[in-house]
């Protein structure tokens, strides 16, 4: 199972990004997938997540801000981010976890300046 993310880069405060992770090896409608995010010196935490069947939800800390969804047919999973602030600044992660094993993609870095 491959996952890679894109999409991050440089924004202003207020700005607006969006997530792009793309899975392959896996029957991918199947997987509960989720958007994780790592800034420097704090521990990996759950942004969002969205099931199979598309249920999703959100750490309080983005909520209204952040949108995830997913394509069943193009295998990806998006992450729309809004009103960004600095504190989002972050490596962010796409995961699913099949059969009780982590799959990671590589991150994506975001940073948001004030």
């Known amino acids: 199972v491959q996952l890679q993310a894109s999409g991050g880069g440089l924004v202003q405060d207020g700005g607006s990004l969006r997530l792009s992770c793309s899975v392959s090896?896996?029957?991918?409608?199947?997987?509960?997938m989720g958007w994780y995010r790592q800034a420097p010196g704090k521990q990996r935490e759950l942004v969002a997540d969205?099931?199979?069947?598309?249920?999703?939800d959100y750490a309080d800390s983005v909520k209204g801000r952040f949108t995830i969804s997913r394509d069943n047919v193009m295998n990806m999973v998006f992450l729309q981010m809004n009103s960004l602030k600095p504190e989002d600044t972050a490596v962010y992660y796409c995961?699913?976890?099949?059969?009780?094993?982590?799959?990671w993609g590589e991150g994506t870095q975001v940073t948001v300046s004030s």
């Open positions: 995961h699913t976890k099949i059969y009780d094993m982590d799959y």
């Open positions: 090896g896996s029957t991918f409608s199947w997987n509960d």
């Open positions: 969205i099931s199979a069947g598309g249920m999703a």
